[in-house]
């Protein structure tokens, strides 16, 4: 059932005009009283009734004495409305600068860490090959005749300082993406070789947890668009999580199919401990670990994932991931395919 609408009247947009007008002298309170109760007796017979309409029909007010009334505190009004107009504008605008110069700092913070992880990076890479060299010099017996428990100490060590340099290696490209300097050497790339020597160079840590490597890629899977070696890096990324986090028994396999004519698309999928669903962009933060405690049970920097996504999306391709905790987790994305 419609109801009718009263019409818009410029006293409906005066709030408190009784007291304006005792307040003018124009009425007593006692008036004012008299004038509202029979306003609300009036509304109660139906209709809708205002205050200035009972005022003038009771001869306390006339019409010119009214309008007057209500055209002072409209001005009074809009006057009051331009004013906190203009205070907010000045907020609004005090409060932009100080955003654009928290991000200003914050883009400076970034920097700054960005160039000291690259510079503490290349001062470790030095002493590191002096290391390596020495390792590679007594393990061949350049330096002297050693025992077996001495080779197998140097050979820990050697591996230990493999995968120190892996880390520094990670650090200088995570401060070149920081600074938006990692280049991208885009080519013709046999996606199905590089997918294929990866696996192989897996197979020794996979075969230590008790983990299968498997592949899945058509042979006459076609070339894609990219940067060999940094699609390399990120497949062998994936690999080394899908390892690390799957229980011995369990897979890890790596698929390369088809996506309508001109995508081919890779995705890896493990049966590992997977990811909460409320956790899943926390994966993608550098230098953090969804288990941060100081004894959590599986190592790394945190910076494989935050890598690869920016190597997937500097390639104009998307990263997709997928995972049910305690089932596993599949990663996959789209690469440009290249037709002879």
């Known amino acids: 059932m419609s109801q009718t609408v009263p019409k818009l009247r410029p006293e409906m947009l005066i ?3 009784g007291e304006y007008i005792v307040q003018k002298g124009l009425i007593t309170e006692d008036q004012l009283r008299i004038a509202l109760a029979y306003q609300q007796e009036q509304i109660e017979k139906g209709g809708h009734y205002l205050l200035g309409q009972a005022l003038v029909d009771l001869n306390l ?4 004495t009214l309008n007057q009334v209500v055209t002072e505190q409209i001005i009074q009004l809009r006057t009051a409305l331009q004013s906190s107009n203009h205070n907010l504008e000045l907020r ?3 409060r932009t600068a100080e ?4 991000l200003q700092r914050l883009s400076e913070l970034n920097q700054m860490k960005a160039n000291f992880v690259a510079n503490i990076s290349h001062e470790l890479r030095t002493p590191l090959t002096h290391v390596k060299g020495y390792l590679e010099l007594m393990i061949t017996e350049s330096l002297g005749k050693i025992s077996e428990d001495q080779r197998h100490a140097l050979q820990v060590t050697q591996r230990a300082t493999t995968k120190l340099e892996n ?3 990670d650090l200088i490209m995570f401060s070149l993406a920081s600074r938006g300097e990692m280049s991208m050497r885009l080519d013709k790339v046999d996606i199905r070789r590089v997918v294929t020597l990866a696996a192989k160079s897996a197979l020794g840590k996979a ?3 008790g983990v299968q490597v498997l592949v899945s ?3 006459h899977i076609p070339a894609v668009q990219a940067d060999s070696e940094k699609i390399g890096w990120v497949i062998n990324q994936f690999l ?3 390892i690390k986090f799957t229980p011995s028994g369990g897979s890890v396999v790596i698929t390369v199919k088809e996506e309508g004519h001109n995508l081919v698309l890779i995705s890896i999928t493990d049966t590992g401990i997977g990811i909460p669903a409320n956790r899943l962009k926390e994966i993608f933060e550098p230098f953090h670990q969804l288990d941060g405690s100081a004894t959590r049970h599986y190592g790394g920097t945190g910076l494989g994932l935050s890598l690869v996504r920016q190597i997937v999306e500097a390639h104009g391709s998307l990263l997709d991931v997928q995972s049910v905790e305690g089932k596993g987790t599949t990663f996959k994305f789209p690469l440009l395919a290249v037709r002879d």
């Open 15 to 17: 709030p408190r005009m």
């Open 61 to 64: 007010l006339d019409n010119d």
């Open 92 to 94: 609004v605008k005090e």
């Open 99 to 102: 955003l654009n110069e928290a």
């Open 167 to 169: 880390i520094i290696d």
């Open 207 to 209: 075969e230590e947890r």
């Open 217 to 219: 890629a058509h042979e």
């Open 240 to 242: 080394d999580n899908g």
